[in-house]
């Protein structure tokens, strides 16, 4: 029997102006499917009609539809579209009351980071060395400290000058800041087609426009990124080199070396976010490197100590550093010296690199745990807290997400990461927020269930 029916003429009767446009638009169908405007199999609008339509953007629209297919009201299946489930809202599944297992959220696994920091505050809390951090400071961080932590992120090769290292709010404070100092709302900025969710919300925020490239086995390619610069006209880079994310490709030096030409030649500006380096022992030659007059470059101690531990570092070229002071007095003033002080004890007494070398290993042991469930994913011998999980032709990324929503599992929607709204044919499956390696191994073998049945409400076609 075909269940599919062809209502590509759907639109809501009003939104509410309260709350997000996304969420609106979901209640709005809802709604419809439960006064009966909408039958079970009827076929919604594609994203970009609908977003015409009602005069929303792109990602509202596909925010909503990943909503909606969470709720278990709609499906979809690349290829042929998004379909109602109306039978779904009158038998929702209440199989598991508990709360979803998180792995869409990108954390590193619990270690010793709590005795660590905790004796350290105590250390700083004494009166003696807690009263100069209470003072005002310098806009870009306390000297010392800007020394000492240059001199940490420098390798054998690059070194970092600390009058040029800006101490942050966290990585995600310093690309903000790095960004306001290259662009101008209505800007285009090249990134990769799969790019870092939160480098999306800055975007957003700063009204700029997100150019896709696509990506090969290394993350960006080459010719398409001279291609898009070309077209667009656009000036600025962001990427990620070293496993990026969402998909963990890393960059050869073949490839960093190209990438730097091309900036070179065609007058980029780079931000590199290089967050996840420390996961590699022999730290990768960086584009900053190679391009210290055109790039900037961005570190957090946020994946390597703890998510709270919201200290991150900008190295930017020289000419850029008295105006990035200002964005700093205007955004924040300065980073509280608390934090930068740990960080500095962190490091002179040799308990960074302890916690670095615990990020290792647990880091093998999940992605290993990872690769023997899923045989598909690509090796890494030196992987992150996540994983790039390919999935079979059947599934789009988003109906395997709501099918582990369904199964109490959240995995990070291709929303999230995507541009240009293709389905990536694959999903991140976060590894180090579940409590140990038998929370891990459930959560993986149930994602590993879901993977191996066919995606359910396929409709078929006459």
């Not at 909503?64 to 599944?93: C, H, K, L, N, W």
């Not at 200002?326 to 930068?340: C, G, K, R």
Request: net charge neutral; with cysteine.
């Amino acid at each position: 029997m075909n269940l599919e029916r062809t209502f590509l003429g759907w639109q809501p009767r009003q939104l509410t102006s309260e709350g997000p446009r996304y969420l609106a638009l979901v209640n709005a169908l809802e709604q419809d499917i439960a006064d009966g405007r909408l039958s079970d199999g009827d076929r919604l609008p594609p994203h970009r009609e609908l977003a015409q339509r009602l005069s929303l953007s792109v990602g509202t629209v596909a925010k909503a539809y990943q909503e909606a297919e969470q709720r278990g009201i709609i499906s979809g299946r690349v290829g042929q579209g998004t379909f109602v489930r109306r039978r779904a809202m009158s038998r929702p599944d209440r199989a598991s009351p508990r709360e979803p297992v998180n792995m869409a959220l990108n954390v590193p696994a619990h270690g010793r980071e709590t005795e660590v920091l905790s004796g350290l505050f105590s250390e700083v809390s004494r009166n003696r060395d807690l009263a100069p951090l209470l003072d005002y400071h310098p806009h870009g961080g306390i000297r010392e400290h800007r020394e000492i932590i240059a001199a940490s992120v420098s390798t054998g090769s690059f070194t970092i000058d600390p009058a040029r290292l800006l101490l942050c709010n966290g990585a995600q404070h310093a690309l903000d800041i790095a960004i306001r100092l290259v662009a101008r709302p209505g800007d285009s900025i090249l990134v990769d087609c799969l790019t870092y969710s939160g480098f999306k919300a800055i975007a957003a925020a700063n009204h700029l426009t997100l150019v896709p490239i696509a990506m090969d086995g290394e993350g960006v390619d080459p010719d398409g990124l001279e291609a898009a610069c070309r077209s667009s006209g656009a000036k600025v880079f962001y990427c990620m080199p070293t496993l990026q994310s969402p998909t963990a490709r890393t960059m050869s030096l073949q490839r960093r070396r190209r990438i730097a030409e091309l900036a070179d030649r065609l007058d980029l500006t780079v931000i590199e976010d290089d967050v996840y380096g420390f996961f590699v022992p022999e730290r990768s030659v960086s584009l900053t490197e190679l391009i210290p007059d055109r790039s900037f470059y961005v570190t957090s101690y946020s994946k390597c100590v703890a998510p709270g531990f919201r200290l991150g570092t900008l190295t930017l070229p020289s000419a850029y550093t008295q105006q990035a002071e200002l964005l700093l007095h205007a955004s924040s003033w300065f980073v509280a010296p608390f934090l930068s002080e740990m960080a500095v004890r962190l490091i002179k007494n040799g308990q960074l690199d302890e916690l670095v070398k615990e990020r290792r290993h647990q880091a093998k042991e999940r992605y290993r745990m990872f690769s023997d469930i899923f045989p598909t994913v690509e090796p890494l011998e030196n992987p992150p807290f996540y994983g790039w999980l390919p999935l079979p032709s059947e599934w789009s990324a988003s109906s395997f997400a709501s099918a582990a929503r369904r199964k109490n599992i959240l995995v990070t929607p291709p929303v999230a990461s995507s541009v240009d709204d293709t389905d990536p044919g694959a999903i991140r499956v976060c590894l180090g927020g579940l409590r140990d390696l038998n929370e891990l191994s459930h959560a993986l073998n149930i994602l590993n269930d879901v993977i191996t049945r066919p995606p359910p409400n396929v409709f078929s076609f006459a």
